[in-house]
């Protein structure tokens, strides 16, 4: 779950990393009032789930009160990375004299967290990766121990900071794990982490995106997760409980794991257009599979359905029950093609028969996708 920007800075502000004075408005009033209280000159912030917003024209300044109730009112209602921006954070301006990047991300090869710092912030992580890996510095971090306040201060030493400036970018390093850790994130990042003239340092901007099956140590953001799921495809997924991600194609897929969805898109994509991803997880049952069925038969436009279901732990032949029952109840013209392995998987390939469903015993997924083909073009 990704927060915004406001709600991120509350996270890491709780953990002492200081920020300027903001207030969120969603009316151009409460925008003027919000710098009538804070002090000009003020900038006023598109809240939108996406980075980028400042080259994309979501970050703007303003000198006067005049000024911030016309750009507040430009920007309320208006797009900003595709998204519809609906409240603005106007928070204090800040002199920069430095920039710096600090963050906290989860590594997938190593299974663990790592601490980045970069001494070039203020632009995206990646970029600065592709162009100048040297002015990145990372460690990895025990999950168990934490990252503890003497090392965050080594991986100051190593990015070559000194003296006061490497204290306080040490502490709020230190700090920012602390909130990555109490709030269960998958990503925390301050960029840029400012340095006034005065010798001060502030964070000027937050991300944070915290790990959905652990919301519910978090009821403060459970709540507001499925608010914010704007596709009713998505969001009903989510409500029967398995991952689904709408995608603009038109073959439908259903996948028993993560990894094996993944796959089969890619192949898929190879000659045709995956309509979504769904991944069923480990907790099959005929009723979930029938739930499935309904949820991706209501994509429009959609040409053929691609079952990939592998039988380790899964109940798989109960799967194939619900499929069939809802075939029963719902016929449809388009072509389905079932591959399906593993416990029971005859038992499986005779129950998916009986409802139409063309099945390929094969082990190569693409022998079956390939089936899939064959089956279009027949009836184009």
Request: hydrophobic share 45%.
């Amino acid at each position: 779950m990704k927060l915004y920007e406001f709600e991120a800075a509350d996270v890491l502000r709780a953990q002492g990393i200081p920020f300027p004075e903001y207030t969120v408005a969603a009316t151009p009033a409460e925008a003027r009032r919000a710098a009538t209280k804070i002090g000009l000159p003020v900038v006023i912030k598109a809240q939108v789930l996406a980075g980028g917003r400042g080259l994309a024209g979501g970050v703007q300044t303003a000198e006067t009160l005049d000024e911030v109730e016309k750009t507040a009112g430009r920007m309320l209602g208006s797009r900003v990375k595709g998204l519809p921006v609906e409240c603005l954070v106007v928070a204090g301006r800040v002199a920069v004299a430095k920039e710096i990047y600090l963050g906290i991300t989860v590594d997938g090869y190593l299974g663990m967290p790592v601490a980045i710092l970069s001494t070039a912030g203020g632009v995206s992580i990646e970029e600065i990766a592709a162009k100048s890996p040297e002015l990145i510095t990372s460690r990895p971090v025990s999950i168990a121990a934490g990252l503890t306040l003497p090392e965050a201060e080594q991986i100051v030493r190593e990015a070559a900071l000194t003296g006061n400036e490497a204290r306080a970018i040490a502490g709020n390093l230190y700090s920012l794990y602390r909130a990555f850790r109490q709030n269960d994130a998958l990503l925390a990042e301050i960029n840029p982490l400012a340095r006034t003239p005065q010798g001060d340092y502030i964070a000027l901007d937050a991300r944070v995106e915290l790990d959905d099956s652990a919301l519910y140590r978090h009821p403060e953001f459970q709540n507001k997760y499925q608010e914010r799921i704007s596709n009713l495809l998505e969001k009903k997924g989510r409500d029967i409980g398995v991952t689904y991600v709408d995608l603009e194609g038109e073959i439908s897929i259903i996948a028993s794991g993560a990894g094996l969805g993944m796959a089969t898109m890619d192949i898929i994509s190879q000659k045709l257009r995956p309509a979504n991803f769904l991944e069923t997880g480990g907790a099959i049952s005929a009723e979930l599979l029938y739930q499935v069925m309904g949820l991706v038969m209501q994509k429009q436009n959609l040409k053929g359905l691609f079952i990939n279901l592998y039988g380790g732990i899964n109940p798989i032949h109960e799967g194939a029950k619900g499929i069939v029952r809802y075939l029963e109840e719902h016929p449809t013209p388009i072509p389905i093609v079932a591959r399906a392995l593993g416990n029971r998987q005859e038992e499986t390939w005779e129950i998916l028969k009986s409802g139409g469903i063309t099945v390929v015993p094969k082990v190569a997924t693409e022998k079956a996708v390939a089936e899939l083909v064959r089956l279009l073009e027949a009836s184009a």
